[in-house]
């Protein structure tokens, strides 16, 4: 029989990258988890950490497990917390961060609806590229593309977009002559119109593994919409939301890598912590959560 507390004390780990650290957070003796674990292994078969003197971290068995599990013991908590607290309506302010296009064509709908639903909350949305520090400044929820980094923070996968490849009818002609497929070394080469000085286009293998390729930016902008715009133009190539780049299918046209699919990008829902989550905040992740499976955004 696999326990709940072996399932909450793996996610602790995992999340932790430490024994240690699990269970000082879980407030679980650090044997006691260590024990766990190893039960947990036992029942399914299977090592879930690489363990050194240094370092934890996931095997591929157990990045797989903790990708299924992690999210279902959030949801737990949750309706845990939602059960104790259930008389409590929800009051006060509730700070937002989200992504510039995210958030005005998927947060703020639902913020609205949620603000609807509950009057006595107020709503504050603050749209940025930028990955602000939650604490530092007292913002309540993010939404943030992954994967989310910072032991400290709670982040349940909330939708997934579709990612594609596009330029002009023109680009596609002069550049490309006439070719609609091309190889990851020319995706490199091409002038590109990209939202990050630092990011890689997310390539997938046909074997499943990952390739991460960095485009010759020829324009940078913050603002997908913008860089949209600018390969309609004829700029360049352009990686985007795929629903972005149908809407305007009559300037631009979808392109393909040969043998590689552009891996989705996943949209999460952060907050700092699980322990004395106010109630408000409880009730917009439940809400973001319930509408998101209901394909409500």
Not at 74 to 89: G, K, V
Not at 208 to 220: C, E, F, H, M, Q
């Amino acid at each position: 029989m696999i326990s709940l507390d072996g399932g909450r004390l793996f996610v602790a780990v995992a999340r932790q990258g430490s024994f240690v650290e699990a269970a000082r957070r879980t407030g679980v003796p650090t044997s006691t988890v260590s024990r766990h674990i190893a039960e947990l292994e036992e029942a399914i078969g299977v090592r879930l950490f690489q363990r050194t003197s240094r370092k934890v971290s996931l095997t591929s068995d157990g990045a797989r497990l903790f990708e299924r599990v992690g999210p279902l013991f959030d949801e737990l908590s949750t309706a845990l917390d939602a059960a104790a607290d259930r008389e409590e309506e929800p009051a006060g302010t509730l700070r937002v961060t989200a992504p510039v296009v995210t958030g005005a064509s998927h947060v703020a709908p639902l913020l609205f609806e949620f603000s609807k639903a509950h009057p006595k909350v107020s709503v504050e949305l603050e749209l940025t590229n930028a990955i602000v520090d939650l604490v530092e400044d007292r913002f309540d929820l993010a939404f943030r593309i992954g994967p989310v980094e910072g032991a400290d923070l709670v982040a349940r996968r909330i939708w997934s977009f579709p990612y594609g490849l596009a330029a002009s009818p023109r680009f596609v002609d002069d550049t490309l002559r006439g070719r609609t497929q091309i190889t990851a070394d020319e995706l490199v080469q091409l002038p590109a119109l990209v939202t990050s000085r630092r990011g890689a286009w997310r390539l997938r293998r046909k074997d499943g593994t990952r390739d991460d390729v960095r485009p010759s930016a020829r324009i940078l902008v913050n603002d997908p919409r913008v860089a949209v715009e600018g390969a309609t133009r004829g700029l360049g190539i352009v990686c985007a939301p795929l629903e972005m780049l149908t809407a305007r299918k009559n300037a631009l046209t979808l392109l393909g890598v040969r043998g590689r699919t552009f891996e989705p990008r996943e949209i999460f829902i952060v907050y700092p912590s699980r322990r004395l989550v106010p109630s408000r905040v409880r009730a917009a992740v439940d809400w973001f959560f319930r509408k998101s499976r209901r394909g409500g955004a």
